[in-house]
């Protein structure tokens, strides 16, 4: 791996994994999609809120990890664009994490979400 940090150039060599390290972060990788797959059909079904992700993400590293415009875009009614706007207008960067999420942003979203019902 090489980093370009202010005009320079690092070289980073990464232990390699083990068979063993190998399949069980593959399987960690596996059971985290999964799990974010879960949230987002509980999402699209109505099965769960946006406030009740939110909380969620605090314990579950997998749910912390999934993206905000992959959450928005999980509720019914909301594509890539409605997305982006809702996003914009409430403040939060295309590239934020749930778990990156301040507590003004869930607070913000949670909002605009309820009003948007």
Do not use: C, W
């Not at 993400?57 to 997998?62: K, S, V, Y």
């Not at 912390?64 to 664009?81: D, H």
């Amino acid at each position: 791996m090489t980093y370009v940090i202010a005009s320079k150039e690092f070289l980073v060599s990464l232990r390699p994994l083990t068979v063993q390290e190998r399949t069980a972060a593959l399987a960690k990788a596996a059971a985290a999609r999964t799990t974010r797959a879960d949230v987002k059909s509980k999402l699209k079904t109505g099965a769960a809120t946006v406030a009740e992700v939110l909380t969620a993400g605090d314990g579950d590293e997998a749910i912390g990890r999934l993206k905000i415009t992959e959450l928005l875009e999980a509720l019914p009614g909301i594509g890539k664009v409605r997305a982006t706007v809702i996003m914009n207008e409430v403040g939060i960067a295309s590239t934020r994490r749930l778990r990156g999420l301040g507590v003004h942003q869930r607070k913000a979203l949670i909002e605009f979400l309820g009003r948007a019902s």
